[in-house]
């Protein structure tokens, strides 16, 4: 088995600090993201569960792309709420980028490590020759 991991030396975090894991590891055609916050710089940016949502899923999105994935590869995504009352919210942004094609997915209410209001990560799989 093939292991290959991305952004190990660019992961920051609030005040450019390094963080101590990749951004995604690939593994014999799966792709596991590592969770995403709504962050821009290393700073999490201001605003309510919807900018911050559109924020978090933009930046996995980005990973996805950087390792040669899609939207359409993804097979699962965690998602986790700082307030669970934001629940319909999250999900109408959700829906914008997964439409009528959504992955499987968890969503849990937690309290969040850094101040934001919502984290995402997620496991892809495209067929390896």
Known sequence: MTIKRYGV???KGSGQQKL???????????LYVSGQTPMVDGEIIDGGIVAQANQAIRNM???LE???YTTADIVRIGVWLDDSR????????FAQYFGDHPPARACVQS???VDCKV???CIAYRKTS
Do not use: H, L, R, Y
């Open 9 to 11: 030396d660019e992961a």
């Open 111 to 113: 309290a969040m490590v």
């Open 61 to 63: 999105i980005e990973i």
């Open 20 to 30: 101590p894991f990749a951004k995604a590891t690939k593994a014999d055609g799966w």
């Open 86 to 93: 934001d629940f319909w919210s999250f999900n109408k942004v």
């Open 66 to 68: 950087t390792a040669g």
């Open 119 to 121: 984290e995402v990560d």
